[in-house]
């Protein structure tokens, strides 16, 4: 994937603080939070079988006293997972922008993590867009493509895959 991601945070209402008792996220299929929480094979497999499995993670940890407001979003952002308590864990607003309320970094270096660690591998893939946006732009100013065309192609490209997510889960919602 060769994508540019945003994040950004949204602070609408007040909620209490969970601080340290892990919570349970729960992402919605088909939304690029959700995509980014997969490994790279999953992701393949996919985009390809149009199967994609809803995943929650039963030890989030937040501790904002801050949130967005479920029922009021805005324009065209999509809410990409909720809490146990129903507020907004992640969002995305087109192709390239997300926001995230939970802290996956807690568990980046843990290495008694059992299983396969979902907070590393959100962080992981959004690593690797940004290291594969900075390699796609540098290879286009050697190869003397314009940046703004570089960037208009990059965004066509993850504008692409938000509409093939949507596409899968439709499918999905066929079989």
Known sequence: MYHKIQLF????????????????????????????????????????????????????????NYAADINNLGEDIKLAAVSDKNIPEAISFGANKIGIQFHPEKYYSDSDYVGLNRHKQFLDNVFGIFENYYRSMQYAKKMGIDREVAKATIQRVNQELVEHLENCVSKMRDF
């Open 9 to 64: 945070l949204f602070f609408f209402i007040h909620i209490k603080p969970f601080g340290d008792t892990p919570i349970k996220v729960s992402f919605i299929p088909g939304t690029v939070p959700h995509f980014l929480l997969l490994t790279p094979e999953e992701q393949a497999e996919a985009l390809s079988t149009f199967k994609i499995n809803p995943i929650e993670l039963t030890d989030a940890f937040t501790g904002h």
